[in-house]
């Protein structure tokens, strides 16, 4: 067993924890309140978060930092990410089994891409998905254990979403268990 499936409860703890450890930045969710811009600049800052978390600063959200370069992050992350919901869209389409499949891939497979994407930066990396696969299925008690606590997260700050105070909590912290994992099995 590695320290992933030996830690659960500590691990969801610290990831519980991740969004409150610099609180003051949870505010950057308002960002969502400006029209397109903001909502651009929240794509790129989410990245940043992700690419803070894989390459391990763990403690706090990261600074938002300038909002011109999170946006123009954003619109490339968009940009990117067309082909494959255009993909993923024609996969779902398919009669009988176009929805098993797209949901097999969602949970499985495009979030370890969307990660490897956002490190690697290239196009080829977001369909890379024979390595996604392999390493995904290689390591499938980790990642499962990955996504449930990924899973208790969202339903946690779901629930605090009632409050407001689970939006950015949510937002800002939804990848912290999956970078986790890619960051000990992306080779």
Do not use: H
């Amino acid at each position: 067993m590695t320290k992933q499936t030996e830690d659960f409860g500590e691990s969801l703890k610290q990831g519980l924890k991740y969004p409150w450890n610099k609180a003051s930045r949870l505010w950057n969710i308002l960002w969502l309140i400006v029209p397109i811009f903001g909502w651009f600049a929240l794509i790129g800052y989410g990245k940043k978060i992700i690419r803070e978390l894989i390459s391990g600063k763990r403690k706090k959200i990261p600074m938002f930092g300038n909002p011109w370069v999170n946006f123009k992050q954003g619109v490339i992350v968009i940009v990117m990410f067309i082909p494959t919901m255009i993909a993923l869209g024609i996969i779902n389409m398919i009669p009988v089994v176009g929805g098993t499949l797209y949901m097999l891939i969602s949970i499985f497979i495009l979030p370890w891409l969307t990660m490897n994407f956002f490190i690697e930066e290239t196009f080829s990396s977001l369909w890379d998905v024979r390595k996604a696969f392999d390493i995904v299925f290689g390591n499938a008690m980790e990642y499962i254990i990955a996504y449930l606590k990924t899973l208790i997260y969202s339903v946690i700050y779901g629930l605090l979403s009632i409050v407001l105070i689970g939006i950015p909590c949510y937002t800002f912290g939804y990848f912290y268990f999956l970078t986790e994992f890619y960051s000990t099995y992306k080779k």
